[in-house]
């Protein structure tokens, strides 16, 4: 069954803490994204990942950092949280660059 | 800059009515257009999408019209049906680059 996964679902941490968010595929999937989604604001793109320690900014990446050390792993950290990175993070992939996307079921992130 | 701008934010209709969702854009390198739907806490779903090869593509009761001189294009949702109440976003994409998303526009299917 083909499906991108995210841990954890929910997360609620404290300003100025460090936070990871996970992201799986089982597809073999070249391509991988971070979003956040913001009511209003549709989805913007933290980072995108072409392959293995292949990473390459997207429209929103200040405090935030990725990191992807095997195809099927993306991962995003804040480090320091803040209050206005509360926000659901949706996590992506696709077979390549011009392929379709498929999207995780998000992590509802909550500063404090 | 704002990419892709999407009209209306919000969108109620009867059901059995047709739906229409629009969406406009600046790059004109762009070259594939998809919509997605997304249901209340769930993730974002590709619905259908459009390459400018072609003004139109069907799926059922979902239609895309393209204008690729007016660099707009929109989705027609017909017979519309309460279960098609959701968010719906369009995209674009300029070749083997980043999706550009539009704000989205929340659809309300009335019974």
């Known amino acids: 069954d083909m499906k991108v996964t995210q841990m954890p679902r929910y997360l609620i941490k404290r300003m100025g803490e460090n936070v990871l968010l996970e992201c799986g595929q089982d597809?073999?999937?070249?391509?991988m994204y971070w979003y956040r989604q913001d009511p209003g604001l549709g989805l913007q793109l933290i980072y995108i990942?072409?392959?293995?320690?292949?990473?390459s900014e997207g429209d929103i990446p200040k405090g935030y950092r990725v990191s992807r050390k095997k195809r099927e792993h993306f991962s995003l950290i804040l480090d320091s949280a803040k209050t206005n990175q509360t926000s659901v993070y949706f996590c992506?992939?696709?077979?390549?660059?011009?392929?379709?996307?498929?999207f995780g079921p998000g992590t509802r992130l909550t500063v404090l | 800059q704002q990419q892709v701008r999407q009209s209306p934010q919000s969108l109620t209709v009867w059901e059995g009515e047709t739906a229409i969702l629009n969406c406009s854009y600046e790059?004109?390198?762009?070259?594939?257009f998809p919509w997605y739907h997304q249901f209340p806490g769930e993730s974002p779903a590709l619905l259908i999408a459009?390459?400018?090869?072609?003004n139109k593509k069907e799926d059922g009761r979902f239609t895309i019209f393209f204008n690729k001189r007016e660099k707009k294009f929109s989705l027609h949702i017909a017979d519309s049906q309460p279960g098609d109440s959701a968010t719906y976003f369009c995209?674009?994409?300029?070749?083997?680059?980043?999706?550009?998303f539009g704000k989205g526009t929340s659809l309300t299917v009335i019974p």
């Open positions: 992506a992939s696709s077979l390549s660059g011009f392929a379709e996307q498929f």
């Open positions: 597809m073999s999937h070249e391509t």
């Open positions: 990942s072409y392959d293995v320690d292949s990473n």
């Open positions: 790059d004109s390198t762009f070259d594939y």
């Open positions: 459009i390459r400018p090869v072609s």
């Open positions: 995209a674009a994409r300029p070749g083997y680059q980043n999706f550009y």
